[in-house]
Structure formats: structure tokens, C-alpha cells
């Protein structure tokens, strides 16, 4: 795909790895959907996308574990961009705990609302957003390529029950795809991010991320900007497809 003019969605879009993409490809001159909740980073994000090069770029507030939010985005980005060729799947969140957690002799428990909370945002935004611009791009006949956000983290991670199992399927999503969206000429591929500085590691304890970071063999956290590099070689390689990339620096949880 070339990226050029191309219309592309990021959901997530106004901050941390979301905006990073945005900016990266609207340096490659992509047309951007960016999707998120809050206003005042989209439209911060959107002018920057702009002076960076995009030659449009709209914002769609949207709840992607709202099936309405996500069917009337997705029909309004063609009417306002004039196509749909990609798709980044990023917005996710986290509500980490131990499953069960016994202290003092007192034993607490993950609750449902917790579990649901990150599987509803980060598995079924995910799918969501995934067969509305899959539909989208048959009915305009565009050639299509859609790029889920995993993690590393779907191979099991201590502490997060939800986000493990919502990333594992994810990337199980990614492969279905693939297989099943070929005929139409629509890629699916994911990136596993590691640990990656973003404003969610920003806030943490230095002694905690000194003990994160000794953990991954280059010694360091990835950039926003690594990230986004693999986004712009998905979408520009039109063989890459139903494979999940790992960027993390060499670390295996």
C-alpha cells in the first residue's frame, strides 16, 4: 500500500503510541482518522498531524466498545476522507490486579468489573473496529490493511488476567483475518510491543522502572517512534500478512 493519500484510522489516536503513528505517517502524507474520547488531545493531535504534512486529518470522538459509536464512525470517515485504506487498532487501557490475592489472611478477589472493563475496550473495540472498516472497504472496493496492537503480554504476564487474555485474542483475531479477508484484498498483521515509554510509564516510580528496564536485554525501554516504524513497513509491505510482529527489545515474559 502506498501510504501516500491513503486514509488511514487510528483508534486511540490523540496520545501516547496513537499519536506517534499519526505523526509518523502524516510525515509520509496519509489522510488520518483519528479516534478517541477526548477532545482536547485529538484536536491538539490533528493540527500537529497537519503542519507534519498530512494533507487531511479528522478526528471522530468514539467509543469503540460501543457498537453504535464504532458503525456511525466508521460510515462517516469515507464521507469526510473520501476512502478508508488502513486501520491501527490501538485504543486499549489497563486495569491490572492478581487474579486472587491472599494478605494478612485475608483473601480479595478480582472483580468481574475490572475483568470486563479491558475486555470490552481492548477485545471487542478490537473486533468492533475491525468488521466495520473491513465492511467499509469492500463496499468502496479499496485495497485495505488493518494493524492490531498487541502485546507481549498475550503470553501470560502476573498481574493481568484481563489484559493477557484480551491481547492473546487479539492476535489470534489478526491470523482469523487474514484468512478470512484475503479475497477481499485486505491485509491483517499486529505488533507485541514490550515496554514502551509512553505517558503511561512516565508516572511510574524510578526505582520501578530501573527494575523493569534491567529486564530487557538492550537494557532500555522502546520509543513511540519504534513503534510507529513498524506500522509504516506493515502497511507499505503488501506480502505482510497474519503475522504478529515483537518489538521489545528481546524480552520474553
Known sequence: MQIKNSVIAIT??????????????????AKLALIDLNEEKLAETKAECLAAGSPATEYFLCNVAKEADVESTFAEIPK??????????NAGILRDGLMIKVKDGEMTKM?????????????????????????????HKQQGCIINIASISRAGNMGQSNYSAAKAGVAAMTVTWAKELARYNIRAAAIAPGF????????????????MTSGIPLKRMGQPEEIALTVGFI?????????????????RL
Open 12 to 29: 486511540g489516536g490523540g496520545q501516547g503510541l496513537g499519536k506517534a503513528m499519526a505523526l509518523h505517517l502524516a510525515k509520509k502524507g
Open 80 to 89: 469526510k476522507l473520501g476512502g478508508l485504506n488502513g486501520l491501527i487498532n
Open 111 to 139: 472483580p468481574l468489573s475490572q475483568w470486563q472493563a479491558v475486555i470490552d475496550v481492548n477485545l471487542t473495540g478490537v473486533f468492533l473496529c475491525g468488521r466495520e472498516f473491513a465492511a467499509q472497504a469492500i463496499n
Open 196 to 211: 514502551i515509554a509512553t505517558e503511561m510509564t512516565a508516572g511510574m516510580k524510578p526505582e520501578a522502572l530501573e527494575k
Open 235 to 251: 502497511l507499505e509491505n503488501d506480502y505482510l500478512s497474519g503475522r504478529v510482529i515483537e518489538i521489545d527489545g528481546g524480552l
